[in-house]
């Protein structure tokens, strides 16, 4: 798949299969992350790969947004350094992880940004690292389509040149 076709077309998904996902492709979704730039090369993430069936119930069970994350047979829990750039660093090591996931046919949803601090005494994180998302994957329950988004037009929140200038 074509990258642009991947964020073209990439939807979040939120019901898996009990299908595991295969090592190989796991190893590419993880590496996916690590080889994503970051501000300085800072690299302030860590990428914790869980598969254990019981620790994604109790991961499902702390998500208040999330609690889909129970059902997913693969989730990857994003820890960061405090850094003035992490958040965005990893946000954008997650969107590489989800576009190379869905390159394989794997599905995923981004589950964070709050409640989440009792993961860390769960999967052995340090004090010093903060945990930003859970990233479940799985293969859809059902099929699903590709592309149909609601998005704002490209004459909506594209200018050229400068703020109002319509981009054509």
């Known amino acids: 798949m074509e990258v642009f076709d991947a964020v073209r077309t990439v939807l979040a998904v939120r019901e898996y299969q009990e299908k595991d996902v295969p090592s190989d492709i796991v190893r590419r979704i993880v590496e996916a ?4 730039g970051s ?14 069936r019981e620790t994604l119930r109790r991961l499902g069970a702390m998500a208040r947004t999330g609690q889909y994350v129970a059902q997913a047979p693969l ?5 960061i350094e405090r850094t003035k750039f992490s958040v965005s660093d990893a946000s954008r090591a997650i969107q590489s992880m989800i576009l190379t996931a869905w390159s ?6 981004w589950v ?3 409640g989440l601090e009792g993961i860390k005494p769960l999967l052995g994180i340090p004090d010093d690292l903060d945990v930003l998302a859970i990233v479940p994957f799985g293969y859809p329950v059902r099929a699903i389509g590709k592309g149909i988004k609601r998005r704002n037009p490209l004459n909506k ?5 400068r703020f109002g200038q319509p981009f054509e």
């Not at 989730?75 to 820890?79: D, G, M, N």
């Open 112 to 114: 964070g940004f709050f």
């Open 75 to 79: 989730a990857i829990v994003v820890a």
């Open 157 to 161: 929140v594209a200018y050229r040149g």
């Open 33 to 36: 992350g690590r080889l994503t």
């Open 39 to 52: 501000g300085m090369n800072g690299q302030p993430w860590q990428f914790i790969v869980v598969e254990d």
């Open 104 to 109: 394989e046919g794997v599905v995923s949803n």
